[in-house]
């Protein structure tokens, strides 16, 4: 995907959120996916960090992201619902205005070091797609029209949940594992887990599990729906498993962090 391309599905998703959010008979609906949040915190969180990902960005190389006053932003999100909606567009036009000055290669603090995506403007643009469709789902399943994330959108979302938010050198605490995931659209990955942490890569065709190579765990399903899980807004039984479900389980509860 090119970064004018990422820019346009910044700008496509973050279109979705607002419709979503304007049609909703009133601010203080509750999130479905996020019960102890209201649709107007639901605007007030996306927002702001659309703004902290600016700040990021516009920062440049740094053992950290910016101070919080840097992108905070005055008295914040205001309640009056078409002050929110200038405010939530002011937010998204503000993170790609910085992101078109930055281009894709500006080296970035991430919090994502140790992945194997790089620590980039671009990879900041990529996570901001991909964040933003997950919200919108969740906007949308607030107001009762939740609809599936768009094929293009998911493909690479995707892949970003491996690379990004899976990849990591921390030691995987359980028995070693091959993971494999298949999407219905003809892609498919594989995630290795063991002492030298996860690694992620594609794999060439949606068969190459099958046979002696064949992973310990598979979970197949639409680019969506395997984004979804892995977000945690629908089950993972939506999902087709083959092979050891405990594998999935492990992974759910896994914080490499700690």
């Not at 909606?85 to 937010?91: D, G, K, P, R, V």
């Amino acid at each position: 995907m090119t970064f004018s391309e990422q820019l346009r599905l910044i700008d496509e998703r973050s279109t979705a959120f607002r419709a979503a959010v304007a049609a909703a008979p009133s601010l203080d609906m509750q999130v479905p996916t996020h019960p102890e949040r209201t649709l107007f915190d639901l605007v007030r969180h996306v927002g702001m960090g659309r703004r902290k990902a600016a700040a990021v960005v516009a920062a440049g190389p740094a053992d950290g992201p910016p101070e919080k006053s840097v992108w905070e932003g005055g008295a914040g999100a205001p309640r009056e619902r078409d002050a929110l909606l200038a405010w939530w567009t002011e937010s998204i036009e503000q993170l790609a205005s910085v992101l078109r000055e930055a281009g894709p290669e500006r080296d970035c603090w991430t919090w994502w070091g140790d992945s194997q995506s790089p620590q980039t403007s671009g990879s900041w643009a990529r996570r901001q797609i991909h964040e933003i469709a997950v919200y919108t789902y969740d906007a949308q399943l607030t107001v009762g029209v939740p609809q599936p994330l768009p094929e293009e959108v998911a493909l690479d979302g995707f892949d970003d949940c491996q690379f990004t938010l899976c990849s990591t050198t921390v030691a995987w605490p359980h028995e070693p594992a091959v993971v494999e995931y298949h999407a219905s659209e003809g892609h498919s990955w594989r995630l290795r887990l063991s002492q030298d942490g996860a690694r992620a890569a594609r794999l060439p065709r949606p068969d190459a599990g099958e046979g002696p190579d064949a992973p310990d765990a598979s979970a197949q399903g639409t680019a969506s729906d395997l984004v979804l899980v892995f977000y945690n807004r629908i089950p993972l039984d939506s999902l087709k498993l083959k092979g050891d479900r405990r594998i999935f389980d492990q992974l759910i509860a896994w914080d490499p962090s700690v």
